[in-house]
């Protein structure tokens, strides 16, 4: 099978026009016509694929400290919009579901890129895999990571997966 990718890809959603990572940022990019969005993935303490960039929750979030000492249920409380505009006061950190979710009915493809948990990157993708094979996509996906152990586990996990390492 082939991987047919456009040359526009929504980074983080269309991260300049709503917060990074969020539902409204992917919305956006969906009303813009783009075809594929990439998003950034970490997990929770409980396991739980979501989307944040950074490796810790300061910058984007009212929560301060590493994600990994965090369940999803006290994640998806956090606040990630204010920092961006007060229209965005009830904006959340989705579940990589929700946004595979969201992708799938939109027939939008998503670039998941797994971000470094240090000390956590296998349980990371095992997380992931688990998730991609639990729901069926009938939209296109593409792993990519600056971590080469992350993506050779996750074609080893998923061999029929496309996947790159960032450089």
């Known amino acids: 099978m082939k991987l047919e990718l456009p040359k526009l890809i929504g980074h983080r959603g ?4 709503a917060p990074e990572n969020t539902l409204d940022s992917i919305h956006k990019a969906i009303s813009l016509n783009l075809k594929w969005v990439e998003v950034d993935v970490k997990i929770s303490k409980n396991k739980i694929p979501f989307l944040l960039h950074d490796d810790k929750l300061n910058r984007t ?7 990994i000492n965090y369940n999803y249920n006290d994640i998806s409380n956090m606040n ?7 229209r965005y006061k009830n904006t959340y950190p989705p579940s990589l579901e929700e946004v595979l979710l969201l992708c799938n009915k939109k027939n939008i493809g998503v670039n998941i890129e797994l971000k470094p948990n240090k000390g956590f990157e296998k349980k990371n993708v095992k997380a992931v895999v688990k998730l ?4 069926k996509l009938k939209s296109k996906y593409y792993f990519s990571s600056f971590n080469w152990e992350s993506v050779i586990l996750v074609k080893k ?3 029929k997966s496309f996947a790159g390492i960032l450089i």
Do not use: M, Q
Not at 132 to 135: D, L, M, P, V
């Open 14 to 17: 269309v991260k300049d026009l």
């Open 61 to 67: 979030t009212n929560f301060k400290g590493n994600p």
């Open 80 to 86: 990630c919009g204010l920092w961006f505009d007060k």
């Open 132 to 135: 991609i094979s639990k729901i």
């Open 157 to 159: 996990l998923l061999p």
